[in-house]
């Protein structure tokens, strides 16, 4: 007999959504992390990042109205606050109420039905890796020799930059510039890419790349960071421009080149679980190459968002405790939380031409045709969407004021297939930012 039904090593999204969802099946759950429950979400990742941004889109707004002076001291206290006021939720002291036991320390398998923290072995019928991820350091020549921020300690800086180089265009890289920016610290944003956040809808990436530059970030695309180096408080960074070598300088330097799954030290290769260095190889449910061994969130991947990790865990349990012989349908969604959002599910335009020649049809509306977003001033963006031809949505982006919130009833035509049209002949409050989804329906193909 084991002691525990499911032992979890690691606390962050994946972990915590694997613990609640083994607990409502009424199972015995043990949940293992080095530090303190959160993981990357609370600590260093979404809540911190999410509460700059708030705070710099009430500077941003009352700054139109009234000279604003910003006390970095402050705002950054305040993220720290505002950290600590989330991770309440999450206290062990919540998780023991709920009937989960947590351990603190350094957790590794051991075998397929047991771990090891410290001296101590601990027996279960199910394991859950939920290891996370690390900011990738690039090797760039100087590196080692600089001081550097990461997603890991810039939210523990005690006043904000003067100025501030960020390498990397992809979310991290731009919600903290924007952020940083419109709380007076003057960016520049280095992208490797011809524009930022490159994997998105191109011309939305491209409207929100122009709003950032009338903010006055300074942006360099097509622009591979090559050296750094650290002088009297100032920190230089040489980039390669088409061939071209320039030298930029600023107080502080953050990167923000993507992520590594921490797959190290835990065990696997004693196992035999796969991985790659992309992260842990799974199946349609979440079980690595070993049984009764699953793997869930930033170490599996391939979509490195807390709510992804939360499905996987779902999807883990279920298999693991329901018998389950058919996977939920995943159709993953996301938003750069930027002004505006930018939003996403499934296909962009260019992968819907890859998958399907011309057979799609594509909608699009401005935000300036809607008479919220007008009396808002808020009409910069624009909402697309993409059907197959027998009208199901195949993907759809949307930037622009609460577009990730406006993604919601999207996703849930497009998860349980819904024709887009239908959509039409829904009542939306006027004046609201919904109603650009009826005037998109309008135009939908029956
Ligand atoms: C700046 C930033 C902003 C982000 N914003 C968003 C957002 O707005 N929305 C969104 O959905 N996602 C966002 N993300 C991504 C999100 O944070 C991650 O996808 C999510 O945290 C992954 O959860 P996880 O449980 O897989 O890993 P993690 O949160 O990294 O948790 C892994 C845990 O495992 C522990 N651990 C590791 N090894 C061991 C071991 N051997 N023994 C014991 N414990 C161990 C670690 O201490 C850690 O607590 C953001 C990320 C960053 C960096
Ligand atoms: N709102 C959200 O949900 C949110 C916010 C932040 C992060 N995240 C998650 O975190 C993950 C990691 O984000 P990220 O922004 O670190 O990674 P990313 O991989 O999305 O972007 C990294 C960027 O750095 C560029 N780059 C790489 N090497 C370079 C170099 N030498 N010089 C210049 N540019 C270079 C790449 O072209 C790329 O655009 C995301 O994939 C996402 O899943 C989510």
């Given at each position: 007999?084991?002691?525990?039904?499911?032992?979890?090593?690691g606390?962050?999204?994946?972990?915590?959504?694997?613990?609640?969802?083994?607990?409502?099946?009424?199972?015995?759950?043990?949940?293992?992390?080095?530090?303190?429950?959160?993981?990357?979400?609370?600590?260093?990742?979404?809540?911190?990042?999410?509460?700059?941004i708030?705070?710099?889109?009430?500077?941003?707004?009352?700054k139109?109205?009234?000279?604003?002076?910003?006390?970095?001291?402050?705002?950054?206290?305040?993220?720290?606050?505002?950290?600590e006021?989330?991770?309440?939720?999450?206290?062990?002291?919540?998780?023991?109420?709920?009937?989960?036991?947590?351990?603190?320390?350094?957790?590794?398998?051991?075998?397929?039905?047991?771990?090891?923290?410290?001296?101590?072995?601990?027996?279960?019928?199910?394991?859950?890796?939920?290891?996370?991820?690390?900011?990738?350091?690039?090797?760039?020549?100087?590196?080692?020799?600089?001081?550097?921020?990461?997603?890991?300690?810039?939210?523990?800086?005690?006043?904000?930059?003067?100025?501030?180089?960020?390498?990397?265009?992809?979310?991290?890289?731009?919600?903290?510039?924007?952020?940083?920016?419109r709380?007076?610290?003057?960016v520049?944003?280095?992208e490797?890419?011809?524009?930022?956040?490159?994997?998105?809808?191109?011309?939305?990436?491209?409207?929100?790349?122009?709003?950032?530059?009338?903010?006055?970030?300074?942006?360099?695309?097509?622009?591979?960071?090559?050296?750094?180096?650290?002088?009297?408080?100032?920190?230089?960074?040489?980039?390669?421009?088409?061939?071209?070598?320039?030298?930029?300088?600023?107080?502080q330097?953050?990167?923000?080149?993507?992520?590594?799954?921490?797959?190290?030290?835990?065990?696997?290769?004693?196992?035999?679980?796969?991985?790659?260095?992309?992260?842990?190889?799974?199946?349609?449910?979440?079980?690595?190459?070993?049984?009764?061994?699953?793997?869930?969130?930033?170490?599996?991947?391939?979509?490195?968002?807390?709510?992804?990790?939360?499905?996987?865990?779902?999807?883990?349990?279920?298999?693991?405790?329901?018998?389950?012989?058919?996977?939920?349908?995943?159709?993953?969604?996301?938003?750069?939380?930027?002004?505006?959002?930018?939003?996403?599910?499934?296909?962009?335009?260019?992968?819907?031409?890859?998958?399907?020649?011309?057979?799609?049809?594509?909608?699009?509306?401005?935000?300036?045709?809607?008479?919220?977003?007008?009396?808002?001033?808020?009409?910069?963006?624009?909402?697309?969407?993409?059907?197959?031809?027998?009208?199901?949505?195949?993907?759809?982006?949307?930037?622009?004021?609460?577009?990730?919130?406006?993604?919601?009833?999207?996703?849930?035509?497009?998860?349980?297939?819904?024709?887009?049209?239908?959509?039409?002949?829904?009542?939306?409050?006027?004046?609201?930012?919904?109603?650009?989804?009826?005037?998109l329906?309008?135009?939908?193909?029956e």
């Open positions: 007999m084991f002691t525990y039904d499911v032992a979890i090593i606390a962050g999204a994946g972990g915590l959504n694997t613990a609640m969802e083994a607990i409502s099946m009424g199972k015995k759950v043990v949940l293992v992390d080095k530090y303190k429950p959160g993981g990357e979400c609370t600590w260093a990742g979404c809540i911190p990042s999410k509460a700059l708030q705070l710099a889109d009430e500077i941003h707004a009352a139109k109205y009234a000279n604003i002076e910003v006390d970095g001291k402050q705002i950054m206290s305040k993220v720290r606050q505002l950290i006021k989330a991770h309440q939720a999450e206290a062990v002291e919540q998780l023991q109420a709920a009937g989960i036991e947590y351990i603190q320390g350094d957790a590794k398998i051991n075998d397929q039905h047991s771990i090891r923290v410290a001296h101590e072995t601990i027996t279960a019928e199910k394991i859950v890796i939920a290891t996370g991820s690390r900011a990738l350091i690039p090797s760039i020549k100087g590196i080692n020799q600089v001081n550097y921020l990461t997603n890991e300690n810039v939210f523990q800086l005690e006043d904000l930059p003067n100025n501030l180089i960020v390498v990397g265009g992809g979310p991290i890289g731009v919600e903290l510039t924007q952020a940083f920016q709380l007076g610290v003057q520049k944003l280095v490797m890419a011809d524009r930022i956040l490159f994997r998105e809808e191109k011309g939305l990436a491209q409207q929100l790349q122009g709003t950032l530059e009338e903010e006055g970030v300074q942006l360099y695309t097509s622009a591979k960071a090559l050296e750094v180096k650290q002088a009297n408080c100032t920190t230089t960074l040489t980039i390669d421009r088409n061939d071209v070598l320039e030298h930029i300088e600023a107080e330097i953050l990167f923000a080149l993507g992520r590594k799954p921490n797959i190290k030290k835990i065990g696997l290769d004693d196992l035999g679980i796969r991985y790659t260095n992309k992260g842990i190889e799974v199946n349609e449910y979440n079980e690595t190459s070993v049984r009764n061994i699953y793997a869930v969130g930033d170490v599996v991947g391939p979509y490195l968002f807390s709510h992804m990790a939360g499905f996987q865990a779902k999807q883990a349990m279920r298999h693991a405790f329901l018998e389950m012989h058919t996977p939920i349908e995943q159709h993953p969604a996301w938003c750069t939380f930027t002004h505006p959002e930018l939003a996403r599910t499934g296909m962009t335009e260019n992968e819907a031409r890859e998958k399907f020649q011309d057979k799609f049809n594509v909608y699009t509306v401005s935000y300036s045709e809607l008479d919220r977003a007008v009396v808002d001033q808020k009409t910069t963006g624009e909402a697309k969407i993409i059907c197959d031809q027998d009208g199901f949505i195949i993907g759809a982006s949307i930037l622009g004021e609460r577009a990730c919130e406006l993604l919601g009833e999207l996703q849930l035509m497009k998860t349980f297939h819904i024709p887009f049209h239908k959509l039409k002949d829904t009542i939306h409050p006027y004046p609201s930012y919904s109603e650009i989804l009826t005037q329906s309008n135009a939908a193909v």
